[in-house]
Every structure is written in structure tokens, then in C-alpha cells.
């Protein structure tokens, strides 16, 4: 455990540079939006409007931030897997720290949101609460679950990379992700099957806002949310769970067994 | 120690290795050379479990050697790649969280040997202060088997000096198996038990370097050249 938590702070130091970028990208975004609608005095719509679209975009934060760190250890594979520790520890030890810096960064993100929005939706202190709560972990366990596809593809890329150039490698990886994802949804999702499996444990959310209508002219720009009555599966997410812990270990045993330095 | 049995490695088109069969025993520094690409890396590798064999296999103390063999081996690799944000002592620190059988007494008592500041960051070390952290972190490691790849390559002469004499100083000839592979042959010779010649892939010969010396009134540098010639 202890050989772990070092590897996890060499981690934090090795992913430090996604979550900067991502924190001075939005700062700039921050401050370009605010600059350019000042005159207008649209400034805090501006701001939560960037706030949103910014923590849309962190479902690809952690994508992302596997893509670099698995990156930076490509060029020191003899360094990161002379290691005695299971490959499954080094790579969970890459997903905590990039799920922490994601949550930093989107927590940074969601206080503009939320001070923004306050400016154009009337919602009661409950209702943001509630919104902000299921849009801030659907975003963060979308992100992860994203990136555990992304730590395998990145896994097989390594492993082809021995047979071919890296190019072809990634081009591989890359036709294969879709081909992957179109008999995924064609020969699974879209069956009575998986229906069957997935839509249990019915979760009742109420009135929730899921998307922005934007009625802009040149004298105003007027935002509103819409949304409905939402409710989601418990099954779903169960499944999806065991569908990433099953990629995770496949992707730890690649890593273990196969991947050559 | 470590047996290769039959052992063969292929990189798609080409073979690395060839049909190796070798028995390593502990408390020897054992020299492997061989011309570039001859598969003295290759050989390392498969013992450090970083590659396995197309064909064969490699056993350290009779186990089937795998990755997590690294907590059994020691390896330095011929790449001087480390973490740039670190400076020497934090590498050194983050190693000996890795390793258990990491010493850093022995690792301060090295870095003092060897004169390496341990304040400067890695990533404004020069090749030669890279190529002495290396060993460092090689050195300090407790482990039956140290596996140098080309430890001396591309540093001046005084570096190399104080390289061969840190591994004089520093490993336990009792406990510990040392294979370096170098093209250093004049610099290494003196401190060398047994030696072993790789030729495309194939082991040529493995001679015992005393043998060699009184029996047949060679050097390392005569020997290769009747093999290599």
C-alpha cells in the first residue's frame, strides 16, 4: 500500500500539466467571454454559459489525462513496469489521481456555472442543488468510465506497436475503437437482452433541466433551461460497472502479460 | 540461478535470440558481449521479464520468469530516461518506496561516492551524472541479480572509472549475480568472472575469464576476436 501511495504522488507530479491546462485554458475562456459581453452587460450569462459548455467538455477530461500520463510512461516502459507491483496498480494508480484533478478542475468550472446561471434561470436553492449534484457525478463517472475504454485501446496500441509502426498502431487501435463501438451497440445495446438486463432499479429524479434554449438577437440574448420529468436505472449503471471492471482487468493483464518494452 | 532453456525471441521478421541455452550461478559479475544488435539487450530483457520468449523459457530460482520477477532483479537499461520533474534525491526516495529491498544508506553512500549532487534536478543532469544515477539506483538495490545494460556507454573516461570501481565497491560478490553488457571490454576485464559472447543472436561461447587467462593465454579482447573474426 505504501509503494502505492509514492506511485500515486509520482502521478499527481506526472498528470500535473493536464489540470493546469485545463484550469488556464477556462481562465482565458473565462476572461475573452467576459471582455467581449461586458459592453453588452451579459457578462454572468456569458460566464455561466462558458461554466456549462467548460463542464460539459470535462466528460473527456479523464480521456484526456490517460492519453498524456500513458504517454509520458510510453517513453519509460523499462522504468514503469520494472515494477513488482500488479499492472493493475500502476493504472489505478493514474485513474485516482486524474479523477482528482478532474474533480478540482470541475469544481473550479461549476462555481461559474452556478454564479452564472443564478443570472438568467430562477431556481430554487433545491432544485440547483439537485441539478448541479446529478450533473457533477454523471460527468465525473462518465469521464472515468470513458477512460477505462481509452486505457485499453492505449494498452492494444502499445502491444501492436511491437509488430508495426506506431502510426499504423494507432491507426489500428483506432478503426478497431469504432468497429468496437458500432457491434457493441448493434449486437448488445440495441437487444431485448440487454434491455432486460439494464432497465431495473427504476430511480424517479423529478424535474430536471437537461438542455440550454438560447433565443439570441442583436439586442439581447435570452438562455433558458428546459427539461423534464427524468428518471434513470439503477441496472444501467450496474452493468456499466461490471462492463469497466471487466475492461480494466483485461487491459491490467494485457499490460502484465503481453505488452513488451 | 538463471537457466535459459531453448530459449528463442522473435521481433516479427527477425530473431533476436536463437536456440540460447545458459545457466548463470550467483556471486559472479558476468560480462556479455557482442556486436550491435547482436541480442545482448534482448538477453537482459528476458530476464528482467520486461519481454518474454517467443519460444522456451527463461526461470530465476526455478520460477518462470514474468514482470513482477523486478522484485528479484535489479535492471539497468541502456536508456538514461527518467522522471525530469525529479531531482536526485527524489528519485532516489521514489525507488526505495518501489523497492523494499531498496538500501539508501547505500544509495547516499553511492551518491556520495559518486559525486552526484542530489538537489539538481534530473532533467539538468548531464549524460554522464544520468549514466551515475543509473547505477545508483542499479546498485542499491538488495536483489540476487543486477542486469546492467551498457552501463559505460557514450560517458568520458572518468565517469567509466568511477562506474567499474563503484561496482567493485558496491555489490555483494556473495550474494549478488551481476550481468553488464558493454563494449568496454579493457575496462570491465579486471573485474569479471565469467564471460559470455553473443553473435547474431547466437551464444558463441561462455568462458570462466581466469580460465581463459591461464589456460589458454587470452584477454577478453584476444578471445573475441577469434570469435568474432
Known amino acids: 500500500m505504501k509503494a502505492w501511495l509514492a506511485l500515486v504522488k509520482k502521478e499527481f507530479r506526472v498528470g500535473l500539466p493536464i489540470l493546469l491546462l485545463a484550469v488556464v485554458l477556462f481562465l482565458v475562456g473565462l476572461v475573452i467571454v ?6 453588452f452587460g451579459h457578462v454572468w450569462d456569458a460566464v455561466g454559459i462558458i461554466g456549462l459548455v467548460w463542464g460539459s467538455g470535462h466528460f473527456f477530461f479523464m480521456a484526456i489525462y490517460m492519453l498524456y500520463s500513458l504517454g509520458v ?5 523499462h522504468l514503469w513496469l520494472h515494477n513488482p507491483m500488479h499492472a493493475s496498480g500502476l493504472l489505478a494508480a493514474k485513474l485516482v489521481t486524474g479523477t482528482v484533478y478532474m474533480i478540482i478542475s470541475l469544481l473550479i468550472v461549476s462555481i461559474a456555472a452556478y454564479l452564472g446561471g443564478l443570472h438568467f434561470v430562477e431556481f430554487s436553492n433545491d432544485t440547483w442543488f439537485k441539478i448541479g449534484i446529478i450533473a457533477f457525478l454523471h460527468v465525473v463517472s ?3 468510465d470513458f477512460s ?12 501492436l506497436e511491437r509488430y508495426m509502426p506506431s502510426f499504423l498502431s494507432g491507426t489500428v487501435v483506432f478503426i478497431g475503437w469504432w468497429v468496437f463501438a458500432y457491434l457493441s451497440y448493434g449486437l448488445i445495446v440495441d437487444t431485448k437482452f440487454y434491455t432486460a438486463i439494464t432497465e431495473w432499479g427504476k430511480i424517479d429524479l423529478g424535474f430536471i433541466a437537461n ?3 438560447f433565443d439570441i438577437s442583436v439586442k439581447e440574448a435570452i438562455v433558458n433551461f428546459q427539461g423534464e420529468n427524468t428518471f434513470i436505472y439503477a441496472g ?3 452493468i456499466e460497472l461490471i462492463t469497466i471492471l471487466i475492461i480494466f482487468f483485461i487491459a491490467s493483464w494485457l499490460l502484465d502479460k503481453k505488452v513488451e518494452v | 540461478m538463471i537457466e535459459f532453456k531453448d530459449v528463442t525471441k522473435r521481433y516479427m521478421t527477425k530473431t533476436a535470440l536463437r536456440d540460447v541455452n545458459l545457466k548463470l550461478d550467483k556471486g559472479k559479475i558476468i560480462g556479455l558481449v557482442g556486436l550491435n544488435g547482436a541480442g545482448k539487450s534482448t538477453t537482459m530483457k528476458l530476464i528482467a521479464g520486461l519481454i518474454s520468449p517467443t519460444k522456451g523459457s527463461v526461470e530465476l530460482d526455478g520460477k518462470k520468469v514474468t514482470r513482477r520477477m523486478a522484485s528479484k532483479v535489479s535492471y539497468l537499461s541502456e536508456l538514461d530516461e527518467y522522471y525530469s520533474f525529479y531531482t536526485v534525491q527524489q528519485t532516489i526516495d521514489f525507488f526505495a518506496t518501489q523497492f523494499p529491498d531498496f538500501n539508501k544508506e547505500k544509495a547516499e553512500e553511492i551518491r556520495a561516492y559518486m559525486n552526484l549532487d542530489a538537489n539538481t534536478k534530473v532533467k539538468h543532469l548531464s549524460k554522464g551524472n544520468r549514466g551515475r544515477l543509473k547505477i545508483i539506483l542499479t546498485l542499491s538495490r538488495e536483489v540476487p541479480v543486477l542486469l546492467m545494460d551498457e552501463p559505460l556507454s557514450g560517458l568520458d573516461p572518468l565517469v567509466r572509472d568511477s562506474i567499474v570501481k563503484g561496482l567493485i565497491t558496491f555489490v555483494d560478490t556473495q550474494k549478488q549475480l551481476v550481468l553488464l553488457s558493454t563494449h568496454q571490454i579493457m575496462e570491465v576485464e579486471m573485474i569479471l568472472d565469467e564471460v559470455i559472447a553473443i553473435k547474431d543472436g547466437v551464444l558463441v561461447d561462455h568462458r570462466d575469464v581466469e580460465e581463459l587467462r591461464y589456460d589458454e593465454q587470452k584477454g577478453i579482447l584476444e578471445w573475441m576476436s577469434s570469435i568474432y573474426e
Open chain 1, 73 to 77: 510512461e510510453r517513453k519509460k516502459l
Open chain 1, 236 to 238: 444501467n449503471y450496474v
Open chain 1, 211 to 213: 438542455s440550454l434554449q
Open chain 1, 34 to 39: 467576459a471582455a467581449t459581453t461586458y459592453r
Open chain 1, 142 to 144: 462518465f469521464s472515468v
Open chain 1, 148 to 159: 477505462v475504454y481509452v486505457i485499453l485501446a492505449y494498452v492494444v496500441f502499445l502491444l
